[in-house]
């Protein structure tokens, strides 16, 4: 039987996604698996959930930019920020739902993840992914008109639900196996996963999953009689 693929939710808002997209292929080959790059909304995930994006917080919004900096500089990975963030991913989003062929796509991917986060280039107009889409040998007027068909457009959505239904609440998110890795952080765990050295126990799991809550923020934090 065959191993389930890698599958990647990405959105190229996120620059912690474009730092784990980096390290993916040389996981997926050490492993033998696939690599499937998911794209998704993640605005749709934060809205499904109840959440707001780190770069909404003004704190975070700053911490975010000196962390995904260090991470750069340990990973050795080119890191220059994009002309304006956050900005609007939905049309890199939807060419890249518009390849089929998942090895082209996920030369597609790595393309746009490298204009954005690698040059500093913008990737939400026409002019700007089509660019991108040329020099990466894609035909762009062909790509652009396809991102705008209603069923490529209803392929993020679905992405985007498919994702919320697998327990992804944000980007990057690895599905696999019927688990859910969450962040660059967690690139670690995948690979002890992947070689069945999960310290994680269904018992374990099931422990926390059944915990009581005894307190609730939404109600001032106040203790339940």
């Known amino acids: 039987m065959a191993s389930s693929p890698l599958r990647f939710c990405l959105d190229y808002l996120s620059p912690y996604a474009y730092l784990a997209w980096l390290r993916m292929p040389a996981i997926a080959q050490k492993h033998g698996r696939e690599l499937e790059p998911v794209p998704v909304l993640l605005a749709g995930l934060l809205n499904a959930v109840g959440s707001v994006g780190p770069a909404e917080i003004p704190a975070k919004r700053v911490y975010v930019f000196k962390q995904t900096f260090r991470i750069a500089h340990e990973q050795g990975a080119p890191f220059t920020l994009p002309p304006s963030h956050p900005f609007n991913p939905l049309l890199s989003l939807r060419v890249t739902a518009a390849v089929d062929d998942v090895a082209e ?3 597609l991917t790595t393309a746009l993840y490298s204009a954005a986060w690698g040059q500093g280039r913008g990737i939400e107009t026409p002019e700007q992914v089509g660019a991108v889409l040329t020099e990466a040998g894609f035909d762009a ?6 991102a705008q068909l209603p069923e490529v457009k209803d392929r993020l959505r679905k992405n985007t639900e498919a994702a919320l239904a697998q327990g992804a609440f944000g980007v990057p998110s690895v599905l696999v196996d019927d688990e859910m890795f969450w962040g660059v952080d967690s690139l670690g765990h995948l690979e002890r996963f992947l070689e069945g050295r ?4 269904p018992a374990d799991l099931a ?18 009689p």
């Open 105 to 107: 796509r996920t030369r």
């Open 141 to 146: 007027r062909a790509l652009l008109e396809r």
């Open 198 to 201: 999960d310290p994680l126990t």
């Open 207 to 224: 422990k926390w999953q059944h915990l009581p809550a005894t307190a609730d923020r939404r109600q001032g934090g106040k203790p339940r």
